[in-house]
């Protein structure tokens, strides 16, 4: 059964970083594209970042861009999220998710599998 599993969440002040882990279980990464999606109170899930199952091209929401950084270890089996300069705006609850494709995908309908989500909270 395949497994994703999420950590690193936590409370942080408005600057700092957080990185987000997802183990992935009886999922061979080079084959999936992961992405990160995130939820806050009230609202829609949306999408955060992707990367394909070679490692290539990875892909952002603009709000994001130049502060997370997305990559994956094959050896670990684990997708990362780097999150830096971490701003109010970024409190959610953070999953990742998985599709078998060589491409990316953008939209949550899109994917097959996800994990259970981990807490990021940015107090000012």
């Known amino acids: 059964q395949v497994q994703l599993v999420e950590s690193g969440g936590g409370l942080v002040q408005v600057g700092g970083s957080l990185r987000l882990s997802c183990a992935a279980s009886r999922l061979p990464l080079w084959r999936y594209a992961m992405g990160w999606f995130r939820q806050a109170p009230g609202k829609e899930r949306e999408f955060v970042a992707v990367?394909?199952?070679?490692?290539?091209?990875?892909y952002y929401t603009e709000s994001v861009k130049g502060r997370f950084t997305i990559s994956r270890d094959y050896t670990e089996n684990t997708v990362y999220l780097q999150m830096n300069n971490l701003e109010p705006a970024d409190t959610a609850v953070y999953y990742c998710a998985a599709v078998r494709t060589t491409g990316l995908a953008l939209t949550r309908n899109e994917y097959d599998y996800w994990g259970q989500g981990t807490q990021v909270i940015v107090s000012s």
């Open positions: 990367i394909t199952g070679s490692g290539d091209s990875p």
